[in-house]
């Protein structure tokens, strides 16, 4: 067994790592930046090493040379990768096995074809493997890129050569937006992995995106661990995934398993890999790519097969035979995970940079019937940098059946409180709670076709937000008395306000509160009864109540006139006022939402990697103005206006903060 592991990774996946390592007796070291020197990890890790920044550029985990020099150094065994950065750099696994150290991960000649996504296809095609039409070699210019958008037709896919994650990918539906897009895909591919090369492919309309986990030792025994299916996704990458899927039958699965065990063995492929397919309405399957290294959503995995993934891979490296059969292997209940990430869904997703003032995540549980489990890098004060991926947390849970796996990780994001930051909590909520979803009626388009304008101004149904605004009224009350002596008797006194104007946003409610043998009792539209007792009620801590028949649990914090709550999608400031105030309501107007800024602000801190206009140009409607990276995507502006550019306060290379004027029209 090996004794001790240098993880060359940072976040949520050095820790997973770590877990591991400690349950093994293995000794784990990290190396980390200047950005990273208090992270989570370096005070889990055992031992942490200082990577120097070259040239001021944020490519510490790519400085292949420095990590090899660490290991070495410090007579460390074996190298862990991770997922990202160098993971899937057949280079760098040779350069590890040259200089004597074991490398936790498939052999390098494996890596530099399945890890290269132009020379994987042409061998999975060779392999007799199913593919997707496409051009299998690099696109190099924007000239090649129309030379194979009229071979293959729109829509394409544009993709980057030497990684996944949705990164250095483009979706392009016609030949005007090909220069952007193409420009977009290789500059946002070299600086994820380094490797700016593309390849172009036909782009499956409304399909699943379908995996299956495979494991090989280095005495070519093989094993799949079942599916995940990774169809919800934002930008080309996924945000909420499971297993099993519930769109593919049995039959199906084993075809599925059958082929990426026969990729795996065409290139004498070892340790944890994931084969990817695109899975059609008619339910083909067409060969995406291979991960050749240990997936975001491995958790999924392990929860319905209880198997350790990161333990069989260090056991591989250290050449133990797979001690299970195929027939052996069982899958049990139903797995989700829920990415969460620091970025705004009703901005487009933009990336957000910052402290985490607040973060209290639920508490894990592993019961006989229920699993909670949170996999993170970060604590209450962390710093999400924008030089790097905004994943905060990857939140699990496991049950019987789907319905009540679907009800378990709801509850438990609820349960999630997050404050500094913009996070999308809530918009996992919304989809959970998303009648199509939870029927399993989606593919990748699902995003696209249930929230057209993104994720904007969502609220529940009038009935929900009548149920949730009896429960704050109830809070409300129970706070306002909280250090009354006798509540019982001060509830009953007739001086006490019992009429009262509960306002959300967009929706108002009358209600009358009574206080009953410990129960609040709330009358609302049409003589609705509530019958609410709070069981639990803490600012520290989840609410906990329960009104009528069911429970809720949820975060909420004290605001002006009322509370500010997360629930079920809901995210926002609750009023609550005395009901003869409510014809104020009626006189004060709302704010105007109009915008007339001649200003072009940053959405999002960032650097300016393109800038695509000059003073006095004349700028029309979805003209694209400039580029910014944060977080390894590149997040392009374009003019919502007409006009001339009257100035321009950047220049390429600058960093940006959120709200920064980058130019400015006459």
Not at 82 to 95: T, V
Not at 214 to 226: A, E, P, R, T, V
Not at 400 to 411: A, H
Request: with cysteine; hydrophobic share 40%.
């Amino acid at each position: 067994m090996i004794k001790s592991i240098l993880i060359a990774n940072r976040g949520e996946i050095a820790c997973r790592i770590i877990k591991t390592s400690k349950k093994l007796g293995i000794i784990s070291s990290v190396i980390y930046s200047s950005e990273d020197e208090n992270s989570l990890a370096v005070q889990m890790a055992d031992q942490a090493f200082f990577l120097e920044s070259k040239d001021g550029e944020k490519k510490e985990y790519l400085d292949t040379d420095q990590i090899i020099s660490i290991a070495l150094k410090n007579k460390i065994e074996a190298i862990h990768p991770g997922y990202g950065f160098l993971s899937e750099n057949a280079n760098f696994a040779k350069l590890v096995e040259d200089n004597g150290i074991k490398f936790i991960g498939p052999p390098y000649t494996a890596i530099k074809i399945m890890g290269d996504k132009i020379i994987s296809k042409k061998h999975a095609k060779n392999s007799g493997v199913s593919t997707i039409p496409g051009v299998q070699d690099e696109i190099k210019s924007f000239e090649d890129a129309v030379k194979a958008s009229k071979k293959i037709g729109f829509p394409l896919m544009i993709k980057a050569s030497a990684g996944g994650g949705g990164k250095g990918m483009r979706i392009v539906y016609e030949e005007k937006e090909l220069n952007d897009k193409f420009t977009s895909a290789k500059n946002e591919a070299k600086a994820s992995f380094g490797d700016s090369r593309v390849f172009i492919e036909k782009f499956i309309e409304d399909p699943h995106h379908i995996e299956i986990q495979i494991i090989g030792d280095q005495f070519g025994n093989y094993l799949h661990l079942g599916e995940r299916d990774c169809s919800i996704q934002r930008r080309n990458q996924k945000i909420i995934e499971e297993s099993p899927s519930p769109f593919i039958n049995s039959k199906i699965r084993n075809l599925m398993a059958d082929q990426a065990i026969l990729l795996a063995k065409s290139v004498e492929y070892f340790s944890a890999g994931t084969v990817e397919f695109i899975v059609d309405k008619n339910k083909d399957f067409y060969f995406l790519e291979m991960n050749t290294r240990l997936q975001v959503e491995h958790p999924v995995t392990e929860l319905v097969s209880g198997i350790d993934l990161v333990e069989l891979m260090i056991r591989i490296s250290s050449k133990e035979k797979l001690k299970m059969k195929q027939n052996e292997i069982s899958f049990e209940g139903c797995a989700m995970e829920a990415r969460i990430y620091a970025e705004d869904p009703a901005r487009d997703f933009m990336p957000s940079a910052g402290r985490l003032v607040k973060y209290n995540p639920p508490k894990q549980t592993s019961k006989k019937s229920e699993i909670i489990r949170n996999d993170t890098g970060v604590f209450e004060g962390s710093i999400i940098s924008l030089h790097y991926d905004p994943m905060i947390s990857k939140l699990c849970a496991w049950s019987k059946n789907r319905d009540l796996t679907i009800d378990l990780l709801n509850t438990a994001i609820n349960s999630f409180e997050i404050e500094g930051i913009k996070n999308n909590l809530s918009f996992l909520s919304v989809i959970l709670m998303n009648k199509s979803f939870r029927k399993g009626n989606f593919s990748t388009k699902f995003l696209e076709k249930e929230y057209p304008n993104a994720y904007q101004n969502y609220s529940l149904n009038n009935a929900e937000l009548h149920k949730l605004s009896a429960a704050v009224l109830a809070l409300y009350k129970n706070y306002e008395y909280l250090t009354t002596d006798n509540y019982y008797e001060f509830a009953q006194s007739e001086v006490i306000e019992n009429k009262y104007f509960v306002d959300t946003g967009l929706n108002q409610f009358h209600l009358d509160w009574n206080f009953n043998d410990k129960i609040h009792e709330i009358k609302g539209k049409k003589n609705k009864v509530f019958k609410i007792k709070i069981l639990h009620f803490s600012f520290s801590e989840p609410i906990e109540l329960k009104i009528n028949s069911e429970k809720l649990k949820f975060w909420c914090r004290k605001v002006t006139d009322g509370f500010y709550v997360r629930w079920n999608g809901f995210e926002g400031n609750i009023k609550i006022y005395p009901s003869h105030l409510s014809s104020y309501f009626t006189i004060v107007p709302r704010k105007s939402n109009i915008n007339n800024s001649k200003e072009i602000v940053s959405p999002m801190p960032g650097l300016l990697v393109s800038l695509d206009i000059g003073i006095g140009d004349k700028i029309e409607v979805g003209q694209r103005l400039c580029a910014i990276e944060a977080m390894k995507m590149e997040n392009v502006i374009y003019s919502e206006r007409s006009g001339i550019i009257k100035s321009i306060n950047f220049k390429l290379g600058d960093i940006m903060s959120d709200g920064d004027t980058i130019l400015e029209f006459v």
